[in-house]
């Protein structure tokens, strides 16, 4: 698509130039407003030679054959698609689905022959699916199917900057399992930051505050804003690209021990690897929520006295899901600062979420039985802490005015003051000089740990985009401690707890390539990176949601097909999208501003003396 344009042009003069007389634009027609809106002439005319070379061979459908792809690939329907066809725009349907199946049997010979000549990773997700049939007979009634798909990535080596090569890491680098339950090795120096870490956090976790602060508060400076400058780092993921291969969608549950390992054994035949191949690859890192990390931890106990690579379990080493953990982190926060909900006295997430916000009513605290859904209470800590940290500059800046103060403010008293509200309403420290005070606020104490606690996540939610590793596994650490407790997410502890101490004592080349491929990039730009098991989600979204079949097609045979094709269509897209110039999904929406949220909050602070 790229270079049709300028090769027709070449292979076809003559018509290019005819092209060219009889669309002359008449000039007492056109709009004088019209400027750089007017149609690109070239993209026309390689759509008329296309129409006139596929009228005159049935073959010459490269043109046309994209465009089917990108039909399909955009959700259109099947009549839709057959209207274009009829137009000359693009292929029949029928051929459509027949590339596709090509590209499905492409996409498996691809994927095994790059088991054989890189190290992968795999990371698998369940896909629960309603199948609503309108005419239910004996054999065709509604039904809920729980199913899997799974994505191999190559593992991306940073001593190289390239792919890790086949067998870098052989199974015998794997510790042999010798007990049925987990059994560590640790001290406390495997789970708790040390001094160079805390600091580390608190520099990091302060850069936030700043960052958030001259974003909200009103009148501050240009200068102010460049002095900011990049979050400091502390081991970054070498920036790279990282490649995907889906694989089929499986008709298997996964949330038993039975089913992972039938999903286990599915996924390495699907990949075409015996024990040998196994053998010769090395250790496969597996990537999942934590009921597949916990599920997989079994079948490693069950299976530890087998010796054979596949039986075995030989080659996993597992790694939970951190787009899982940053929302669990989520919830550990909402649920431990949500207060008492219909209390009469303001200070918690409850008072800022129904008092001052007014939305819609959502459940939260450690007393509710369902999960709280993340992405209002994401939203939630993006705009309280917004609001807190205005209502902090506004007690510490030298002036009664927070505005007046911020546009004359210099540099180094703009730190200054951010240190003040850094020290005394968002850091351990500031609750540890409370506590030896004879009579201390509650209130206060209550949301200086709300104030510190949300910025843990906020820099955990910054570093996965960053791609900062050890800024996640420094949250990691104090995340471990605070979910230790019964009545908050022991699970979610005892995977990360899991997690630190088989890092400690991973050999140097397996740590280095474990946390390098925790998270992916599959732009390769910066703040591109994303959770592996993220990654996945976005595969089940687009394979429900977009690419499945209507009515009597859909069914796991499709599925398994066009999961492996999701991304070549995904190019189709974007390749017609380049060459028309429309822009792709999401570079043009923006989030509705929080300004007028982060002021009620800020002044709520202030009037009830929080």
Known sequence: MEDLTVQLEQVAPTLWETLGLVSTPDQSTRRQSSGD??????????????????????????????????????????????????????ISYALIIDHVK????????????????????????????????????????NHFDSGTTATMIPVFDPATGKHAAHGTLPLETNLSRERTLPVLDWTADDILPSPQEAEQISQTCLW????????????????????????????????????????????LDESSLDGTIEVYETILRNIGVNDE????????FDDGDLLTDSLKEKFESARRNSTTPIAGFRASCRRFGLFHAEMAGCRLTINEHWGSPNSVWPGSLWWEHNKLLHRKPVKAGWGNKKATDWKPAHELLQISIAGHIMDGFRLYCP?????????KATVAQFNE??????????????????HSQDKYDTVL???????????FYIDFVHALKQGDISRVVNILRIWTLMMRSPKTMPRYADAMFETLVRIKHFPDKQRELYLANWLVNLSGRPFGFKPVDLLQEHQNMWAKTVYNAKS???NWNWLAMITVCIYSLREAMRTVQTSFRIPAYGEKHKSPEIKAEVAIITAALKDNNI
């Open 208 to 251: 936030q505050l700043k960052r958030i602060a001259l974003e909200h508060i009103p009148g501050v400076t240009d200068v102010l804003r460049e002095s900011l400058g990049e979050c400091p780092t502390v081991h970054q993921i070498p920036l790279h690209k990282t490649e995907q291969y889906p694989l089929p969608a499986m008709k």
């Open 552 to 554: 009597a097609n859909k």
């Open 277 to 284: 191949a196994l053998r010769k690859h090395g250790i496969v």
């Open 417 to 434: 003051v951010a240190d003040s509200v850094m020290q005394k309403l968002f850091s351990t420290k500031a609750i540890v000089k409370l």
């Open 102 to 141: 090509k590209l499905s049997t492409e996409g498996l010979v691809t994927i095994q022959e790059v088991f054989r000549t890189l190290m992968v990773q795999i990371v698998w997700d369940n896909l629960n699916i309603a199948f609503r049939i309108a005419e239910q007979r004996m054999g065709s009634k």
């Open 445 to 455: 104490e209550n949301n200086i740990l709300y104030n510190r606690d949300t910025l």
């Open 399 to 407: 002036d009664n005015e927070l505005e007046k103060w911020a546009s």
């Open 37 to 90: 809106n007017r149609r690109d002439k070239s993209l026309v005319f390689t759509t008329i030679c296309a129409l006139v070379s596929v009228l005159r061979s049935q073959k010459a459908n490269n043109f046309q054959m994209v465009v089917g792809l990108f039909l399909l690939g955009s959700g259109a329907s099947k009549r839709e698609i057959s209207v274009l066809a009829h137009a000359g725009l693009s």
